[in-house]
């Protein structure tokens, strides 16, 4: 093995494997370290997204949603099915396939664009020197690298009143691997994870209730959006309790008992298992020597600036190790720009246009701005809403829940922020994004031909609703 490089990653998720892929591409000698054991107990690329995030949890929700409308509605259909019956060893059979094949498809990637994988753990010292302790127990090597890339992404956070013991008290990666379903799932946390996980539980027949500790459900969601999707999920069966703060936990052989308080006072609940879904933090452990040299900001996120370059000269970091949304899509784009820069090629992620998603039914997606940020900036602003019960596709499939908002500026009709509840959410919300990135105003978007039937006219209805020109609802004009 070479001791020298011209880029070392360390990590080797959905920031690390881009970045690595692409220097290669750009002509660079790339090295990247990655340290993760798989189920089955292989060394595995992919990082979080591809083992166990972005990647299980969505092979489950759709499996999950399957099994969901065989159940329940597609005798709406007039599609009567006898006795159907869940298999959960091969769901999850299934979802384990998916990942060995995506992760697999990485480790072939990286040979075909000659990135070299150490297979290990990866220290960043002084001087642009890594420390490399091979997996297989070998001796320990010193690389020397022009530039060091750190994408060791991040971990899920613990909390003392729930300690995780991956048997009945689970996190997100326990939670993808239950042997049954629970009869009563207790989930800690009305985020990304517990919204999701909660659901694929849910639909197989667990009884779920969520446990939040604020007042407000998705508080980084346009409030209008976050109602309607609460009203949805709440519909399909999540028991949502807002406020309500877990004080402790207790497991017997087969069951956890759990104390929470709210403003009615302290209760108790008794579950079969538990899901802890309380946030993630940055990974550090381990990955900087004392003397490397790269600083932490207040919440212990490596400090980068916005071209995602530490404090060291030749030290970048990306993706969860550092500020912005935890998403693998912001990493990946991060360490598209990371190789760019050691390139010297002019370069720059457009931080206010990442989309955001949250895979239930319906989906929950946005970009750019909410009306209450909008306001609170105190800029002129109008919006359009248009719910997708006036769509004949949504009809047609049996998906009239939820509605399109864009939000826009009141003196320059640019589109400030567009925000979804409804069916293909995540795929509609793009529209936004690619609308957002060119600087679109909202006459664009309506002076556009959209096909018919599609689920895309709300999008286009939307943008007529907000000058009062949607076709299909009765618009009643603002007072002024
Ligand atoms: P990671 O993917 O965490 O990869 C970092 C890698 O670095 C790890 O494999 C780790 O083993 C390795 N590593 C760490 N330290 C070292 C070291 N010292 N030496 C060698 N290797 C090291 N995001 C989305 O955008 N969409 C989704 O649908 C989505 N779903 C999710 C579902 C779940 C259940 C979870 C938990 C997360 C989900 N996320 C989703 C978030 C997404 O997984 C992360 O934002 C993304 O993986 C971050 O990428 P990364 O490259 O920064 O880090
Ligand atoms: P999150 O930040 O989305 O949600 C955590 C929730 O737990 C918050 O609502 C918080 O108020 C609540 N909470 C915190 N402490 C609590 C306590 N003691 N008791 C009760 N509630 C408590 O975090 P997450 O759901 O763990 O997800 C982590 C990250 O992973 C997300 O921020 C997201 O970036 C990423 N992710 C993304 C996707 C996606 O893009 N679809 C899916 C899963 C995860």
């Known amino acids: 093995m070479s001791d020298k490089f011209d880029v070392v990653v360390i990590g080797g998720g959905p920031g690390g494997y881009v970045t690595a892929i692409r220097c290669a591409q750009l002509g660079l000698n790339t090295a990247c370290i990655e340290k993760r054991i798989n189920k089955q107990d292989e060394p595995a690329l992919g990082g979080t997204c591809l083992n166990v995030g972005c990647i299980p949890s969505k092979a489950l929700l759709d499996s999950s949603w399957k099994y969901h409308e065989t159940e329940s509605s597609l005798a709406d259909h007039g599609i009567k099915i006898k006795g159907s019956d869940l298999d959960l060893g091969t769901m999850l059979q299934r979802k384990d396939t998916i990942v060995k094949n995506l992760t697999g498809g990485i480790a072939q990637l990286f040979k075909a664009n000659k990135v070299t994988w150490l297979q290990g753990t990866g220290q960043l010292k002084a001087g642009k020197q890594v420390e490399f302790q091979p997996l297989d127990g070998g001796e320990t090597q010193t690389i020397q690298a ?9 971990v899920p956070v613990d909390i003392p009143v729930a300690p995780v013991d991956q048997n009945l008290i689970v ?58 999707a609460q009203k949805q999920l709440e519909k399909q069966g999540l028991d949502i309790r807002l406020g309500a703060r877990v004080t402790g936990s207790e497991t ?19 579950f ?45 970091a990306i993706g969860d190790l550092v500020r912005g949304p935890a998403l693998a899509h912001k990493a990946i784009e991060e360490g598209v720009m990371v190789a760019e820069v050691i390139m010297d090629e002019h370069t720059q992620v457009n931080y206010d246009v990442i989309p955001g998603v949250i895979y ?68 509609l919300i793009h529209q936004g994004v690619v609308a957002m990135e060119f600087g679109a105003t909202a006459e664009d978007l309506q002076m556009m031909v959209f096909g018919h039937p599609s689920l895309s006219e709300t999008v286009h209805e939307a943008a007529l609703a907000v000058d009062y020109k949607a076709i299909h609802v009765a618009q009643r004009r603002r007072k002024k």
């Open 360 to 427: 239930t039914h319906p989906e929950v997606a946005w970009v750019g701005k909410t009306e209450e940020e909008v306001k609170e900036s105190g800029d002129a602003y109008k919006t359009g809403v248009v719910p997708f019960a006036a769509n004949g596709r949504a009809m047609a499939a049996g998906e009239t829940g939820g509605m399109v908002k864009f939000v826009a500026d009141e003196k320059t009709d640019r589109i400030l922020g567009m925000h979804i509840v409804g069916p293909q959410a995540s795929e």
């Open 272 to 316: 079969d298992k538990l899901i802890v879904a309380v946030g993630r933090r940055p990974y550090t452990e381990g990955l900087l020597s004392q003397d490397a040299g790269v600083s932490l900001d207040e919440r212990n996120f490596i400090y980068v600036d916005s071209q995602c370059r530490t404090d060291v000269p030749g030290v970048y």
């Open 171 to 228: 996190d997100s990666t326990g939670a993808l691997e239950f042997d049954k379903v629970p009869k009563r799932l207790g989930v800690i946390g009305a985020g990304v994870i517990g919204l999701e996980l909660g659901s694929v539980w849910n639909r197989l027949g667990s009884e779920v209730v969520v446990l939040e500790a604020v007042d407000a459900f998705l508080p980084m969601v346009d409030k209008q959006i976050a109602k309607d």
């Open 252 to 270: 017997t052989k087969t069951k956890v008992k759990v104390t929470y308080s709210d403003k009615d006072g302290e209760h108790t609940e008794s």
């Open 146 to 154: 022009e530039h060091v890339v750190l994408a060791a992404g991040s």
